[in-house]
């Protein structure tokens, strides 16, 4: 108690000498006091050298701070705050999500707690971990990370996979396409491309099941995802309360095809085309073990946030960002046009290896994944004490990997707010420094298939469609994604030249 009594004075002590009298010195008083309540806790560690940065107030931390910058469309100044206060770091103290956290900004501190798996574990925040399922690859240790990335590889990315997959995709893309462009009306943009991206997610997935099923996911889905990235209060009113719910209901849906599909697993042909659910009902690891009905509803329901959200996301800002930059627009169309040129006569539409052959989309997808960070961070939690770059990282502190900090940091990148697919004819990113999908063995298992519905998407759009915006400079929105704020409202033609 004498230890506490000397500390508290010595800040107060401090805060008056620095800024004298009034409420901003009680605040600052307060901002101490919090820092020193949970540095303290470390009991001897607390001389370690932890990072320089700042906890925020008692109880909210830095969480007040975090949320109003995305509010109003200043994502990067949470961090600028940091660096013009500390210097160029990479590394800094906070308090988010209800937990002392380190952030990090920089290609050293970042791949550290990307790669290592014996010092880090899965870190996410309360309502992500229990919204995407304790048994998806959010929150597994990796030893049974790595069975489950194992035993669903071949279905999720395998090339043969892939290639069944692709075929849909073209059709629903096509289909969708022509139906925005027929209607003649202003229509968000965003939203349709959300729709497309989860009819076939769904479909990958589920492939059999009827219209009322999917119908019915989508709408759960979508409250689900609103709690993603909420605070876990869970109260009525609250995003978290909602998207709580919602998954018990997308859990029901799924739990009833799985006990379908194993009523009728006797009566399925061998040479029948299998979607997803199949394939994950029949996998085996090597000592025969297989999928139990949990975590099978978990990987789906995570696979529908990475395979639908996020591609929806990216698909959107790379047609957005070519039509802002109409050199770029030109380039990327030649390139689809002279696919068109060589394709033989007898084949219908795209086919799989072409989209190999796809150099320069390939850049601007790239490109966007790092301007606009679809992922604006992802957690980890250090499972012992753990120094990097000079820093004492606590063990069960959480660390924030803060992906905007890497991409768009101009010690790595030339001018790094700006769209330029070109920078790639030149650049080859430090180890470190490009980090879309992650890192290590918790790479993101979905990014060849994201990739290839991307590359699908724009290799028709391009050739076959226009877009129209009715608000070219509407303001951008960041939570939960990065996104304009009326969903992108426009009118698709079909293009002149198609």
């Known amino acids: ?139 597994l240790s990796a030893e049974e990370h790595k069975r489950l990335r194992r035993l669903t590889a071949a279905p999720i990315s395998g090339k043969k996979a892939l290639s069944t997959y692709h075929e849909f995709m073209k059709d629903v893309i096509v289909s969708s396409l022509d139906e925005l462009a027929e209607a003649e009306r202003p229509v968000e943009f965003f939203t349709e491309v959300r729709k497309i991206t ?91 073990r297989k999928l139990d009905d949990e975590e099978i509803a978990d990987v789906i329901l995570m696979y529908l946030n990475a395979g639908h959200e996020s591609t929806a996301h990216a698909t959107l ?27 033989s006569p007898t084949e219908e539409g795209l086919s799989f290896k072409e989209i190999k052959q796809m150099e320069y989309l390939s850049k601007v997808i790239d490109e966007t994944l790092r301007v606009v960070n679809v992922s604006l961070f992802t957690c980890r939690e250090a499972k012992t004490d753990v120094n990097i770059c000079g820093y004492t990282i606590p063990e069960g502190w959480k660390v924030l990997i803060w992906f905007r900090g890497v991409h768009l940091d101009s010690e790595h990148y030339q001018n790094p707010k700006e769209f330029n697919p070109s920078r790639w004819n030149e650049i080859k990113p430090r180890k470190g420094a490009f980090i879309p999908f992650g890192a290590g063995s918790r790479l993101c298992p979905g990014s060849d298939l994201t990739k290839l519905e991307l590359s699908t998407f724009l290799h028709y759009f391009l050739l076959y469609y226009e877009l129209e915006r009715l608000n070219p400079g509407c303001a951008v929105g960041y939570l939960p994604h990065t996104r304009p704020k009326d969903n992108c409202l426009a009118k698709v033609k079909k293009s002149l030249s198609a």
């Open 1 to 139: 108690m004498l230890r506490i009594r000397d500390n508290m004075a010595r800040m107060i002590k401090e805060d008056r000498t620095c800024k004298p009298g009034g409420l901003v010195a009680v605040c600052l008083i307060l901002k101490r006091a919090n820092e020193w309540y949970h540095v303290s806790m470390l009991g001897r560690k607390q001389y370690y050298s932890l990072p320089p940065g700042d906890m925020g107030w008692p109880l909210i931390g830095n969480m007040l701070s975090f949320l109003i910058t995305f509010k109003f469309g200043y994502p990067d100044s949470f961090i600028s705050n940091f660096v013009t206060r500390f210097g160029r770091t990479g590394i800094y103290k906070a308090y988010l999500f209800g937990s002392p956290t380190i952030i990090v900004t920089a290609p050293e501190t970042c791949r550290p707690a990307l790669m290592d798996d014996t010092q880090f574990k899965p870190g996410w925040p309360k309502s992500t971990f229990e919204l995407m399922g304790r048994k998806s690859f959010l929150g």
């Open 198 to 288: 989860f009819k076939i997610i769904v479909h990958i997935f589920l492939g059999g099941e009827s219209g009322p099923i999917i119908d019915s996911m989508k709408e759960e889905y979508t409250k689900l995802n609103c709690g993603l990235r909420a605070m876990a209060i869970n109260l009525p009113g609250f995003a978290y309360h909602k998207a709580l719910k919602a998954r018990k209901k997308l859990v029901k849906i799924l739990q009833d095809v799985i006990d379908r599909r194993r009523v009728k697993k006797e009566k399925i042909l061998l040479q029948e085309k299998k979607d997803m659910m199949d394939l994950l009902l029949d996998v085996e690891d090597d000592d025969g």
């Open 317 to 343: 800002w790379a047609i957005l960002f070519l039509y802002e930059h109409p050199e770029y627009l030109q380039k990327a169309k030649a390139e689809q046009e002279e696919i068109l040129r060589r394709r």
